[in-house]
Every structure is written in structure tokens, then in C-alpha cells.
């Protein structure tokens, strides 16, 4: 089933960092022929992929995007163009082509698309059909579950929660796993033990439905070591201060828009 979603579509990716590389091993993993698949990572090498595929997905920094478009834009004309570049927007896409009749995607992906357990953040420009979005989605769901967003600033969002997400989610699993060596565990029990509490709460919370709320409300009983923990966590406003880190993140991602417009100009 899941290579005839794929049929025979062959696929370029422009980047070998750690998006290009998931991207590619997520594609592989659902039965994209190894034939079909094309990576680069050098100026001679981007047109070579790119003459030869149908999708040519742009997964380099966003520094670089205007560079490696100025060198395929003659070649990718009535190909499919899907950037992954975080900030790098339609509008500057369709101005570096020149040609107004590209077909293009932004995706936002988080890296658990290497094993088909990512987030495919989607927004597609109005040169692409709806025939052709509908059958593109279905292919990249292959890779995990895809969120249609029509505004590009939905991509942001899930810049910050689903692309930054699984350092943020290492970032706490990594502060569980210290804990338990504070409290004498060793370092190897530990990352162990953080692990799989992170592996189960999962688990449970996919079989059984439940919201995280729900889930945490259930095992922080009222008078409980869990609800008097949650209580001074709540006093110290973690959940301020993590928001207010977040916003440093759209910070971020506003700066680098800016950055490209006016290195455009």
C-alpha cells in the first residue's frame, strides 16, 4: 500500500543535513525505490537532482535557499518545489524562481519523520491543484501526520512546537534522567528510566484516549508526592517561563524573515 502511494514518483532533495537526511530515510522506509530517491549536497550536484526528479525539496539553511534556487530555478520550471526552510516564505520562493506560474510547498517536518512518526506542517501556493495537493498529502503522510495550514504563520506555530519539539521534549527527559542521578541512581538507570517514562506516558495516553491533562490529573491525587510537585512548579511559573522561551523562538523566526527580505532587496 505504501509504495503504491509512492508509484513512481521520484524525489530530489537539495541538503544532507539532519532534515535532508530524515526526509530521505523517511521516504525509504515507505518504500520509495532507492532508484528514485536523489540527494545533493553540492552546486554541480543540485542540478544533477534536479533534472532528474519530479519533487525538488530544498531542506538547506535558509541562508542558502536563494542561492540553490538561482541555480536550479532554469531546470524546475514544471517540477513540484517544496521547501522545508524555516522563515523562508512563498512569496520569497516565487520571487527567486522567477516564474510566477512555480508550483510550491512549504513544510514544516519534525525530525520523527525518519521513522514515519513526524509532523508535516503543509501550505501549498495557488498554482497547485487541488487535485495535486490532495494526492501530495497523501504521499507525505506517509511520513506522519500532515496539518494543512492556510496561513504560512501556522507554519511558524508548528515551527516552535513540532520542529523544535523533540529537543524541547530530549531538553525535559534530559532534566528527569538528572534528577535521578541527584537522588543517587546511576547516570545509565537513570536516562533509562526517563525514557521510558516518556515511552509509556505515550502509550498510555494513545491507547486510552486520554487528554495530557487528563492523564495528569489522574496520577497527581489530590494530598499526593505528584500533586504537591506540580503545586511548586505551578509557584514557580514554569509554564510562564516557558511560554516566554517559546516567544524567543518567534522572536527568532521574525528576525530571520526580515534578514532575507532585506537581503533580497
Aim: glycine share 8%; with cysteine; net charge neutral.
Amino acid at each position: 500500500m505504501e509504495t503504491d502511494k509512492l508509484k513512481n514518483n521520484k524525489i530530489a532533495i537539495i541538503g544532507a543535513g539532519h532534515m535532508g537526511n530524515a526526509l530521505a530515510k523517511g521516504f525509504l522506509h515507505c518504500g520509495l525505490k532507492k532508484e528514485n530517491l536523489f540527494l545533493s549536497n553540492t552546486s554541480d550536484d543540485n542540478k544533477k537532482v534536479a533534472t532528474k526528479a519530479d519533487w525538488i525539496i530544498i531542506a538547506v539553511k535558509p541562508i542558502n535557499v536563494q542561492q540553490v534556487i538561482g541555480e536550479i530555478k532554469d531546470i524546475i520550471a514544471d517540477k513540484l518545489l517544496l521547501s522545508v526552510a524555516a522563515g523562508v516564505t512563498i512569496e520569497m520562493l516565487q520571487q527567486w524562481t522567477n516564474n510566477n506560474g512555480q508550483k510550491i510547498i512549504r513544510l514544516m517536518p519534525s525530525l520523527p519523520i525518519t521513522y514515519n512518526q513526524g509532523v508535516i506542517g503543509f501550505c501549498a501556493n495557488k498554482n497547485i491543484s487541488d487535485e495535486e495537493v490532495k494526492q501530495t498529502k497523501n504521499i507525505l503522510s506517509l511520513l506522519g501526520t500532515v496539518i494543512d495550514c492556510q496561513n504560512e504563520n501556522d507554519l511558524d506555530a508548528i515551527t516552535l512546537i513540532a520542529g523544535c519539539g523533540p529537543a524541547l521534549v530530549c531538553y525535559f527527559m534530559e532534566m528527569l534522567a538528572q534528577s535521578g542521578e541527584e537522588f543517587g541512581l546511576t547516570k545509565e538507570v537513570s536516562q533509562q528510566l526517563a525514557l521510558q517514562t516518556f515511552i509509556g506516558t505515550l502509550t498510555h495516553l494513545q491507547k486510552t484516549k486520554q487528554s495530557p491533562i487528563e492523564l495528569q490529573n489522574s496520577v497527581a491525587t489530590k494530598g499526593g508526592v505528584t500533586e504537591t510537585i506540580i503545586k511548586s512548579l505551578d509557584e514557580k511559573n514554569l509554564s510562564g517561563n516557558f511560554k516566554e522561551s517559546l516567544e524567543t523562538g518567534c522572536t527568532k523566526i521574525a528576525n530571520l524573515k526580515s534578514s532575507l527580505y532585506n537581503e533580497d532587496k
